[in-house]
C-alpha cells in the first residue's frame, strides 16, 4: 500500500516540480532568489478564499464534520483515528456532464527541515550539499477518490497546495545546489516511507454524489499544535467549494507537565532529573545489597 | 507497550528501552565505562532526534555510574584523590568541548568530525588494550610476572601528591590532561568517556585495574550530571520518561556487570572491553566507507 502510494506521490510529485508554474526556469537558471515551490508570502489556505468557481447552474457546497476535534496526547499515546464526513447541499439537481470528486486533507503545523546529501570525498561518505525547506508541515495526509493529478488543475493545487511537493513550501535560503529538486523529491520520498505524509487515492468514499466519509490515522509521533483540515470539491478539476476546520492536538496531564517544566524552568528540570538518576542510582544499589545479604 | 515521550515527540517501546538501557548498564557496571558510546547511537537508531539522544544518555550514564561507584566505594576500590584531579580536568575539558561543538556547527561538519574522532579512538584504544591484554594473559598463564611499568617522563613532571589509594606518587599534570581530554570528549560526542580514560589511567597513569573502575565511575557521573544540566538548561532536550525507562533497565543491569566483573579475571575484562570496542568502531567506520542506502537525511530546523 504504502509502495503504491509512493509510485502515485512521484508519479504527482516530481512533474510538477519539474514543471513549476511560479518560476517555470527555476532548473535553468538554478541560482540564488528563486524557489521552486510558492513563496511563503503567496496566499493560501482559507486566506486564498478559493472563490467558489460559482457553477451557475449547479451551486453545490459541502457541510462537513470530524468525529473529533481534539486529540489529547497522553503517555500511552498511540496514535489516533479521525473520520471526516459530511454531504454535499445542492439547491439543484446533480449535474450530469462532470464528474463531482473530492479531496480531504490533514495538516500538521509546520517545521523547517534541512535536506542534506552525502557524496564521496577522499574515500568517506561526507554531508556534502544542503538545502533548507523554511516551512514544511510535521504531518501531511491527503485523501482523494481519485488520482489528484487527474482530478486537480495544476494551477489549482499551486493556489491551495493540496499535493504533496506543493504543501512543501519556500526554501529558507538561497541554495547553492544544481538540482533542489532532487532534494526535495528525496524529503518527500523519506517522509512518505515513514509515514509522516501520505497520499490515499481512493480513501474518501463518495456515495450517490451526496455523502462522503474519509477515515484518517494519526500516527503516535505527534506535534503539538492545531493540524488544519480542509476538504476540497472539485469538478473538472476547478474547486467548486471548500472547507477549513482544525483539529486541536495537545499533550495532557503528566505529558503536559513535564513539557512546560523542561521549557519554562530548565533549571529546575534538569535537577529533577539528575535527582531522578542518583536516586535510581542508589535505589538499585541498595536493593542489591540487601538482596545478596540474603 | 508504547510509550509517549513529551520531549522528543516520539512514540517508543517502553521495554525496547529498558533493554536497551539493561544491556549499556552490563557493560558499565563490568568495565566502569559509563556506555554512552553504545547507548547514543542505540538511541538515533530507533529513532530518537540525535540532540535529545546525547543529552538523554548522558542522563541515563549519571545513574548507571552512580550505581556503580556505590558498589565499588563499599569495597573500597575509588581513589578519590585522584578522581577529584580527573574530575577537575574533566569539567574544564567539558566546557572547552561546547566551545569546539559551537565551531564545527556552524562549519557544518560536526557529524563527520565526530564520526572520525570516534573510529580513530575506539581503533587505537581498542587494538591496543587487546594486544596488551591478550599478552599480559599469555605471561601470567607461563607463570611469569609482569613487572610494573615505569614512565620515565611522567615521573620527571612537577607538582607530585600521593594517591595511596593507587599506591602512587605521581605528578597531578597526567591526570589533569586525562581529566581535560575526556570532558572535550564527553561535550563533543555526548559520553562519560570511560572507554578512553580506563585504558588511559591503566598504561599511562600506571593505576592498578582494581581501582581504575570506580575512580573512572566516580569521575563520570560528575561530569555527565555537569553535561545534562546544561544540555536542560541551554537546549531544553533531556527527555525526562526517556531517561527513566532507559535508567530502570541500566541501574539492575549496572548491578549484575558489578558482580559479573568481580568474578572475572581482570585480563578477561579488558580482552572483552576491547573487543566490544573494536566492534563499535567498526560499524561506526563501515557506515563512513560503504555507500549510505540513501544519500539523503533530514535534519529539524534550520542548521
Redesign the interface.
Known sequence: MRGLALIAVCLIGLPALAQDPVVPDAAVSGGAEIMSFPSPEAPRGETAAPEPVPHAEAPESVVAGLSSDEVA???????SEITIYGAIKRQSPIPADSRLEIAATIEGPP??????????RF?????TD?V?V?SAPSFYSVATTGPLDVILQPEEDARNRISVPMVMRSF?RPFQVEDPAA?TG??MA??IADGTYRVDVGGVKLKDDTLFRADFRL??????GAYKTRIFLLRDGHIVDSYSTAIEVR?VG???W??RL??DQ??V??????L???I??????A???ALQRK | ????L??A???VNAFTLVGLGGVVGLMSGMFGVGGGFLITPLLFFIGIPPAIAVATGA??V???????V??HV?RRTVDFRMGTVLLIGGLIGSALGVLVFNLLTRL??V??VVQ?CYVVMLGVVGSMMLIESVNALRRTRSGKRTARRHHGWIHALPFKIKFRTSGLYLSVIPPLAVGLLVGVLSAMMGVGGGFIMVPAMIYLLGMPTKVVIGTSLFQITFVT?FT??M????Y?T?D??L??LL??GG??G??LGT?LGARLRAEQLRILLALVVLAVCGKLAM??????D??????????
Open positions: 496526547i497522553t503517555a500511552n499515546f498511540d496514535g517545521r523547517s527541515v534541512t535536506i542534506r546529501r552525502k557524496s564521496r574515500g568517506i561518505w561526507v554531508n544542503s533548507v523554511g529558507a532534494f528525496a524529503m523519506i517522509r500516527p503516535a509521533n505527534l506535534v503539538e499533550k503528566l505529558e503536559r513535564l513539557y523542561a521549557f530548565p533549571f528540570y534538569g535537577v529533577m532529573s539528575l531522578i538518576a542518583a535510581a542510582g542508589w535505589g538499585a544499589n536493593a542489591f545489597r | 507497550m508504547q510509550i509517549y513529551p520531549i515527540e516520539v512514540a542522563n541515563q549519571v545513574a548507571s555510574s552512580v550505581s556503580g556505590l558498589g563499599k557544518g561538519q557529524e563527520l572520525i550530571a545534562t544540566l544540555h536542560a538548561v541551554s531544553n533531556v525526562v520518561m531517561a527513566v535508567i530502570i541501574v539492575t549496572a548491578q558482580q557506515d563512513l566507507f560503504l555507500r549510505p540513501n544519500l539523503f537525511s533530514l535534519t529539524p530546523g534550520i542548521i
